[in-house]
């Protein structure tokens, strides 16, 4: 089926540091998402992104977080900077429709904040 | 706002046994469900959904899913399990907002372990 990939797959810096996690959507998709699982706990929503723009971001989504996808390349997650609790797995989606289309998850970015 | 619930963390099987995954939600307005599996190392791939119509919906693999208004129930089951069903399952529910936007709100998943 189609794939989202993700790149890096693991991605450690230290505190303070910018990181920008990059994703490849489904080529003919046109909405984006991201999404943040802290290990153990439940994947939780943290922004998505229509037509070059945010659409809805959740309290997750802090200032140091921001999204863009240029001239329809990497759909990124850019974080600046980071934190501690900014240590998740990321994970980018995308979807050809909006509310009940079903949406295509790419592996996650692993990123360890020291 | 809406929650999604999954009661077992962790469900071991037998090959070739039945299983059923569950998940309730909390939500009044206009819902959409959804269920997920995620391979370990692997992104999440979708298995089935509904929104109306008949109750019972197939999936992929020989899964399907059973939604309950009454129950506020949405449960995943499989008649045979095989080795590879092994992996952590998602529910997920999305509420018609406004916004018309879709943000999809998951339950904590649950890990099923087929053993031979």
């Known amino acids: 089926g189609p794939k989202v990939l993700q790149i890096p797959s693991h991605q450690i810096i230290d505190m303070g540091q910018m990181v920008t996690l990059n994703c490849d959507p489904v080529s003919n998709h046109l909405y984006f998402y991201w999404y943040k699982q802290i290990l153990g706990q439940q994947m939780e929503f943290l922004v998505n992104?229509?037509?070059?723009?945010?659409?809805?971001k959740s309290k997750l989504f802090k200032d140091q977080f921001s999204v863009e996808r240029p001239d329809g390349s990497y759909f990124t997650l850019k974080i600046q900077p980071t934190a501690l609790e900014d240590s998740a797995v990321y994970f980018c989606?995308?979807?050809?429709?909006?509310?009940?289309?079903?949406?295509?998850f790419g592996p996650g970015t692993r990123l360890t904040v020291l | 706002t809406q929650t999604v619930s999954q009661s077992d963390a962790h469900v071991t099987v037998f090959e070739g046994d039945s299983v059923e995954l569950r998940c309730n939600y909390s939500y009044g307005g206009s819902i959409y469900l959804s269920w997920y599996i995620q391979h370990h190392g692997r992104g999440l791939q979708f298995l089935l959904k509904?929104?109306?119509?008949?109750?019972v919906v197939q999936g992929v693999n020989g899964f399907e899913a059973e939604f309950s208004k009454s129950d506020s129930s949405f449960h995943l089951r499989k008649a045979s399990v095989h080795w590879s069903d092994s992996a952590v399952y998602f529910c997920?529910?999305?509420?018609?907002?406004?916004?018309?936007?879709?943000?999809?709100?998951f339950g904590q998943g649950t890990s099923l372990s087929v053993v031979p």
């Open positions: 992104f229509y037509n070059g723009k945010v659409m809805e």
């Open positions: 997920a529910v999305s509420a018609l907002a406004s916004s018309s936007f879709s943000k999809l709100v």
């Open positions: 509904y929104y109306s119509g008949n109750p």
């Open positions: 989606a995308s979807s050809l429709g909006d509310w009940g289309i079903e949406q295509y």
